[in-house]
């Protein structure tokens, strides 16, 4: 053997047995920053889309982070997904399906994950949408179960349904597109920047109460901040300028936009809640299928992507907190989306399905000393300004020509409008990168359900990992129905080769009130539900079975078929062929629904 491969062996060896030190020794010693948003499907400059999107700062932690490219969440709407994934179990168990009921007071009295930190010594803070709130989390957000101190929840958000959104003749509407001049907003605000702003003021607390009068620093209590994102839930209002970034012109129709002929109409979301924008309802669409006319799909389309970007900079300043604050070295971050949404694909908006558009989400984790050992970097989350990084001629991919007649409008200096109205004072740099440059991090495409981060989260950070939870847990406070990825975390950190033992599918699910689309389709109240989906990926096959459901004892009937899905993944990327009835793959679909019915226990990965 040669000199050099004895050497890098060694090298191997030594940093990975540094990972599983940091992992275990260092463990207690993390903080948490734990991000979610609203709505947000993969669109981020971090994946591999081909549309580029401006999402800089994000793309920055991925390049410290592990990138999960087939996570997915197990029920496509806010309240059902984020209960689940802040107990750890999963929607039959919470028996969650909708957003009227407290699964304390209906399910059982599960711990949470951020009860979990905090019965462990740690101060939890909730800020924004992290449960969903009202009935599902008590009206308190969990409070004082899950967090130390009450939630805040900004102030502007009660504006939400009301009729804010600027019109050309003056007037104002409920919109669904709804760009904005900030200044003119009532407060002069909006939620996602007052949630950056409490957020960074809790930051710049804790880092003073770990500090002496001489500027030393004292042992101080570790902390598990959940900051929650509005953006890009509609209604899609941000600030006007992050609507230039997406001329017109550059943006593209779904690459699926119209009703697939197979697919069983109990499938189908309406998209009610968008249906009740003003601005949509003057289009008149026909019910429940639409289609919404084209050049306002356009529209809603370019209103997703700005609104992603000002999300991007909100979090761009929350992680350049940890820079300022002295807390970049010892937080782990987790960044992701509680469920994705549909952009036009089947003629469809919103989530409330079984699509991969709808359960797939963007999950990035960033483990100091661990994930990003490989990336030196003097400041770690430095802020990453799109429209400086425009002005320095940073940008690399198609849309740079669409941008240039906006530039030279202002004589070569853009009009950032209200941008600076929102910047909190954290350092600024726009970085050596480019937008649209490959952005290279660490990647899995592991099968990940959003039930697994309650335990990752713990073994990371030297918790107790909630035991598997048995058949019937709802008097059983702490267990998951997930798994812990550590042992991908390592593998892939430490670039071994070779298969571990890990889960084979992922599982998600969705209600209907019946079989054909009606107003309460998207959204059915526990009554009225009659028929479950339930959904399973796999590497080849996304396989779905709509049977009947019984909401009086939360049981299914196998045998009352509604509509099957079989979408064969690599010929079918978009799931626009149901082959559920074609002759040729029979023998799969009895496979799979054999696979189905045994559930996600038989997926999980087999330790001898």
Known sequence: MHYDKIHYCIIQIIVFVQTIQTLQGQASKYNVLFIVIDDLRPTLGCYDNETPYYTPNIDNLAKQSILFTNAHVQQAVCAPSRVSFLTGR??????????????????????????HFKENGYFTSSVGKVFHPGLPSNYTDDYPY???????????????MKKVCPNPDGSRQMNLVCPVDVKTQPEGSLPDIQSTQHALQILQNI???SNNDDGKSKPSQPFFLAVGYHKPHIPLKYPREFQDLYPLSSIKLAPDPHYPSKMPHVAWNPWTDVRKRDDVKKLNVSFPYGPI??????????SYYAATTYMDSLVGHLLAGLDQYG??????IVFVGDHGWSLGEHQEWAKYSNFNVATRVPLLVHIPGVTDQYQPIKSKFAFRDIFEMLQHDEIKNTTTDAW???????????DRGNVRSYHHGNRQETGSEGIGDKVKGLVSDNHIELVDLFPTLSDVCGLTVPPLCPQNSLKVDLCTEGVSFVPLIQQIANHKTGNIPWKNATFSQYPRPSDEPQENSDLPHLKDIQIMGYSMMTDKYHYVEWIGFDPDTYTQNWEDIHGKELYVRQLDP???NNVADDPKYQTTVKEMSILLRKGWRNALPQIS
């Open 90 to 115: 999963r929607p039959d168990t919470t028996r969650l399906y909708d957003f009227y009921s407290y699964w304390r007071d209906h399910a059982g009295n599960f711990t949470t994950l951020p009860q």
């Open 146 to 160: 899950s967090w130390s101190v009450p939630a805040y929840h900004p102030s502007t958000e009660k504006y939400k």
């Open 207 to 209: 880092s003073k109460q």
């Open 293 to 302: 006319p084209k050049d306002y799909q356009l529209l809603i389309r370019q």
């Open 327 to 332: 807390f970049s070295d010892n937080t782990v």
């Open 404 to 414: 240039q007649p906006l530039y030279n409008k202002h004589g070569g200096h853009l």
């Open 574 to 576: 978009l799931e626009d």
